[in-house]
C-alpha cells in the first residue's frame, strides 16, 4: 500500500461545516396578521372578543436578522431586543438558529404585565432553537405546539 493510500484510508470523515449566517436571513422582516390568520386553527370554545384580541398582537413586531444578531421590535412601543446567534443547520427550505441571551427590555413598567409573560415565553433567557422555514419572500415559525405558525414578510434586505 503507498503512502497516500494509506493516508486516505485513515483520514476521519469530514464533518459538515455550516455557515456563521445565512443570506437568505438578512434584513429586516414584519410579522403578516393577513397570512398568519389565514390559515390559524382556532379551538372551537374561543369567543369573537378573545380572536380579536389576539389577532391585534399580530402584525406589528419587525425582526431584523444582522450576520450575527437578531434585533427584535415593535416600533409603535419604542421598544427593541436583541440576541445573539448562530446558524446550526441549512436547507433548501429552511434554516435552523439557536439564539443567546437574557431579555433585557427598558422600563418594564411601561408594559402590561400580561406581554410582559408573553415576550419571556417567546425570547427565554437559554439558548432557544429557531427552525425557520422560507416560503417565496416569507417565513415562518412554528407556534407554541406547532399548530399554528406566525409568517413574516420581508420588507428591507441587507447584503
Request: charged residues 30%; hydrophobic residues 30%.
Given at each position: 500500500m503507498n503512502r497516500t493510500a494509506k493516508s486516505k484510508a485513515t483520514r476521519k470523515p469530514k464533518i459538515p461545516?455550516?455557515?456563521k449566517f445565512d443570506k437568505r436571513l438578512l434584513g429586516t422582516w414584519?410579522?403578516?396578521r393577513t397570512r398568519t390568520f389565514k390559515e390559524w386553527s382556532w379551538t372551537k370554545k374561543?369567543?369573537?372578543?378573545?380572536?380579536?384580541?389576539?389577532?391585534s398582537l399580530f402584525g406589528k413586531l419587525e425582526v431584523t436578522y444582522t450576520r450575527t444578531q437578531v434585533i427584535s421590535g415593535l416600533r409603535y412601543r419604542q421598544w427593541e431586543q436583541a440576541s445573539r446567534y448562530m446558524v446550526v443547520a441549512t436547507d433548501e427550505a429552511s434554516v435552523v438558529i439557536v439564539r443567546f441571551g437574557k431579555l433585557h427590555i427598558k422600563n418594564p413598567g411601561?408594559?402590561?404585565?400580561?406581554?410582559?409573560?408573553?415576550?419571556?415565553?417567546?425570547?427565554?433567557?437559554?439558548?432557544?432553537?429557531?427552525?425557520?422555514?422560507?416560503?417565496?419572500?416569507?417565513?415562518?415559525?412554528?407556534?407554541?405546539t406547532g399548530?399554528?405558525?406566525e409568517f413574516f414578510r420581508k420588507i428591507r434586505s441587507r447584503k
Amino acid at each position: 500500500m503507498n503512502r497516500t493510500a494509506k493516508s486516505k484510508a485513515t483520514r476521519k470523515p469530514k464533518i459538515p461545516v455550516f455557515p456563521k449566517f445565512d443570506k437568505r436571513l438578512l434584513g429586516t422582516w414584519k410579522s403578516d396578521r393577513t397570512r398568519t390568520f389565514k390559515e390559524w386553527s382556532w379551538t372551537k370554545k374561543v369567543s369573537p372578543r378573545k380572536k380579536k384580541r389576539l389577532q391585534s398582537l399580530f402584525g406589528k413586531l419587525e425582526v431584523t436578522y444582522t450576520r450575527t444578531q437578531v434585533i427584535s421590535g415593535l416600533r409603535y412601543r419604542q421598544w427593541e431586543q436583541a440576541s445573539r446567534y448562530m446558524v446550526v443547520a441549512t436547507d433548501e427550505a429552511s434554516v435552523v438558529i439557536v439564539r443567546f441571551g437574557k431579555l433585557h427590555i427598558k422600563n418594564p413598567g411601561n408594559y402590561d404585565p400580561e406581554n410582559l409573560k408573553w415576550a419571556e415565553t417567546f425570547f427565554p433567557p437559554k439558548a432557544y432553537i429557531s427552525h425557520i422555514h422560507f416560503d417565496k419572500n416569507h417565513y415562518w415559525i412554528s407556534l407554541g405546539t406547532g399548530r399554528n405558525r406566525e409568517f413574516f414578510r420581508k420588507i428591507r434586505s441587507r447584503k
